[in-house]
């Protein structure tokens, strides 16, 4: 089969390599859309020692079983590998897992490819109505609905009279955008530097107010309830603890390294809580396929698809910033 190999740093081949062969309780599936999230790209970079190459990154995964009684059904992967017996698995929190695994990290090959072996257990059937790429989706909206979901319990009142702001335009960033909308928040603001993304987000959230970073209209000191930093770098941890007001939530889920920015002088007087937010458990998995299918994530059409052929391509593009949309999918169905 062919697959798209990380083989260092800024470096990806398409390459023949054999078929993956499923273990126990493990079912092969035939990949039809891929995408490439945030995390691909950090080592993609060089900075993600749990991803050591060589290695098949991806995980943002959806096509058919390929083989056994299932053989030919429509399925999205969840890549998060978790024990289930674990006071974590038990309790609805796998997420947490201690000895979670996830696809495209060793041992596990990600999708990257024209097939890639899943637990059974972490496959979610899709409806005829929602098409494999949109279907790709579910994975990073799960994260966004994970991180809302996460900021809502936290801040303890609805989120219709809450100022949310949302530091980043890209999947994440975007993704949480539309689940604040879904979940009735009335006052959005969208943070991105990107200008063709800054203007993708407007399209996309007509209701949301989307500025660049520093914009003299953007949100003030203390003028957000909620933010949900979907960067993670020390200038967006800095704009969130400027923006956030007493008693407000900032949900953390940008993986970049660092650890500077949170102002914790202001975090201690204005009890302003700072929570981490992780992945997503199955049931919120579950709830983004069921949302997706039908409707109320809007429209879904800014979706860039490419040939996993064009991987390589696809990656420096984004890497050097001339990818408009939110999410880059790719198809090896359009390079078989």
């Keep these: ?20 062969v499923p273990g126990a309780d493990e079912v092969l599936v035939r990949v039809e859309a891929v995408g ?20 098949i990154l991806g995980h943002e995964a959806a096509g058919r079983v390929a083989a056994g009684p299932r053989a030919g059904a429509r399925v999205a992967v969840n890549p998060l590998v978790t024990c289930g017996h674990c006071p974590a698995c038990e309790s609805g929190r796998s997420h947490l897992c201690p000895s979670r695994q996830i696809l495209s990290m060793p ?3 990600g999708a990257f490819a024209d097939y890639v072996c899943v637990p059974e257990k972490n496959l979610v059937p899709i409806p005829d109505t929602l098409s494999i790429a949109h279907a790709a989706l579910a994975e990073p909206l799960a994260v966004a609905y994970h991180a809302v979901n996460q900021g809502a319990r936290l801040l303890g009142r609805p989120l219709a009279g809450a100022r949310c702001v949302v530091l980043g335009g890209g999947a994440i960033g975007f993704g949480s955008g539309l689940i604040l909308a879904m979940q ?11 200008p063709e993304r800054r203007a993708t987000a407007a399209r996309g959230l007509p209701t949301a107010r989307c500025h660049a970073p520093g914009d003299a209209d953007g949100p003030g000191p203390n003028g957000a309830d909620l933010v949900l930093d979907a960067v993670g ?41 700072v929570s981490g937010s992780y992945c997503y458990t199955m049931q919120e998995f579950r709830d983004v396929i069921g949302a997706l299918a039908d409707g109320r994530l809007g429209s879904l059409d800014w979706v860039e698809e490419r040939p996993l052929a064009e991987g390589a391509t696809a990656f420096a593009d984004m890497d050097a910033n001339r990818v408009a949309a939110p999410k880059l999918i790719l198809s090896p169905e359009a390079s078989r």
Excluded: F
Excluded at 7 to 18: C, F, H, Q, S
Excluded at 250 to 259: A, D, K, N, R, T
């Design 1 to 20: 089969m062919k697959a798209l190999v990380y083989t260092g740093p800024n470096a990806l081949i398409l390459e023949d390599v054999p078929v993956p």
């Design 36 to 55: 490439i999230c945030g995390s691909d790209m950090h080592a993609y970079h060089g900075h993600d020692a749990r991803r050591p190459a060589p290695l």
């Design 184 to 194: 009735g928040a009335a006052d959005i603001a969208v943070i991105e530097p990107n």
């Design 107 to 109: 041992p596990r090959p």
């Design 233 to 273: 770098s020390r200038a967006t941890r800095a704009e969130a603890s400027r923006i956030a007001g007493p008693g407000a939530v900032i949900v953390h889920i940008g993986l970049l390294p660092g650890e500077e920015g949170l102002d914790v002088r202001k975090i201690t007087l204005q009890e302003i809580v």
